[in-house]
């Protein structure tokens, strides 16, 4: 993959402008687009990215992972969260991927993914991997619920350039590990690191509320519960929610 990054001061977001750069031009994979402040950072479902200037990692990345089955495009975020695990983890313990996007610290949000793919036909066209990770950013606004960042749990700053050099690094990897097809090897550690894995623990549907644990989590992003009953259930992200 390329080296290839584009540094901004500020923007809306890195996932907008990355999908715009995409209408115009085909950057070479594994372009970057790094800004310093993002003002309107975007998450799952319309969620927005909290990100005080200048004191986080707001970036995306272009892909071309035409390599991949459509019907398994989860698994590029299995990569992209044990990347992110990698990284963290040289710093801190407890660290988590919090089914289907996030990456916590103990039961806090450090991080959190934005995949967007183009799809054309059977095959992939292109994707950009949004990435937000709270690095020296201490205090949060009330409407933001269980935020951490790197400086509030190891005490200490970091440069931002070096942090995002080197979890380049590990995205890299682990994305030569899904395009050699060690998908063995990506499952394994994926579930080993996903939070509440094997733990009883509280959901709620839309028929109510029940205690299960996560059993297996699909490359196509299906959770696999087994209740205290022992009840095995599958549910896509909208279905379910952690208590």
């Known amino acids: 993959m390329a080296n290839k990054i584009i540094e901004l001061d500020t923007t809306e977001s890195t996932n907008t402008y990355a999908c715009n750069l995409l209408k115009q031009e085909e950057p070479p994979e594994g372009t970057i ?4 402040e993002q003002t309107h950072g975007r998450g799952r479902d319309k969620n927005t990215w909290e990100s005080e200037k200048w004191k986080n990692l707001t970036m995306s990345i272009i892909l071309y992972p035409t390599f991949m089955k459509i019907e398994e ?5 299995k990569v992209i969260s044990i990347a992110l695990f990698d990284y963290l983890s040289k710093f801190l313990t407890n660290v988590f991927i919090k089914w289907p996007n996030d990456i916590y610290v103990n039961n806090d949000k450090i991080a959190g993914i934005l995949i967007e793919n183009s799809i054309i036909g059977n095959r992939f066209a292109h994707t ?3 990435i937000g990770l709270n690095v020296n950013q201490v205090r949060f606004s009330n409407n ?10 190891s005490g200490r700053d ?3 350039q070096e942090c995002l050099y080197e979890l380049n690094k590990s995205i890299k990897i682990r994305y030569e590990m899904l395009r050699s097809k060690n998908i063995g090897k990506i499952n394994t550690d994926y579930l080993s690191h996903v939070y509440r894995y094997k733990i009883l623990s509280a959901y709620r549907t839309e028929q109510g509320e029940f205690i299960a644990k996560i059993i297996d989590i699909g490359n196509n992003g299906v959770i696999v519960l087994e209740t205290n009953n022992h009840e095995i259930r599958r549910y896509t992200f909208d279905e379910v929610s952690f208590m």
């Open 33 to 36: 687009i790094w800004a310093k």
């Open 73 to 77: 495009q989860f698994l590029l975020s």
């Open 128 to 130: 950009v991997v949004g």
């Open 144 to 153: 933001v619920p269980n935020p951490t960042s790197l400086k509030l749990q």
């Open 158 to 160: 970091f440069d931002l």
